[in-house]
Nanobody, 123 residues
Framework: QVQLVESGGGLVQAGGSLRLSCAASGRTFSNYAMGWFRQAPGKEREFVATISGSSYTIYYVDSVKGRFSISRDNAKNTVYLQMNSLKPEDTAVYYC????????????????WGQGTQVTVSS
């Protein structure tokens, strides 16, 4: 089992920044690829970014490229999502998730999920 706890969400104006954190416990953190997903009101959950255990493989959804940055600190068992130049359309509940498969964008490849943290971007 892997337990994941997100933090860092909140209310921010358009153009602002937030950094989300996801603390993991349970299994060897570096063995897992980590992903961030989000779900906006009335929409399906969507992939945002993923990072492999070694940080070698990183992917982003096109809509956040150049604005968001995923990173991890294996010594702290934590993955981060730095979000800059936020837009109202980034408003969503953000979830972190853990997978044994690096580079996956598919939800079903992630076995462990956090409870989510709300990000609200005002215009």
């Amino acid at each position: 089992q892997v337990q994941l706890v997100e933090s860092g969400g909140g209310l921010v104006q358009a153009g602002g920044s937030l950094r989300l954190s996801c603390a993991a416990s349970g299994r060897t953190f570096s063995n897992y690829a980590m992903g961030w997903f989000r779900q906006a009101p009335g929409k399906e959950r969507e992939f945002v970014a993923t990072i492999s255990g070694s940080s070698y493989t990183i992917y982003y959804v096109d809509s956040v490229k150049g604005r968001f940055s995923i990173s991890r600190d294996n010594a702290k068992n934590t993955v981060y999502l730095q979000m800059n130049s936020l837009k109202p359309e980034d408003t969503a509940v953000y979830y972190c998730a853990a997978s044994r498969s690096a580079g996956s964008r598919a939800e079903h490849m992630y076995a462990y999920w956090g409870q989510g943290t709300q990000v609200t971007v005002s215009s």
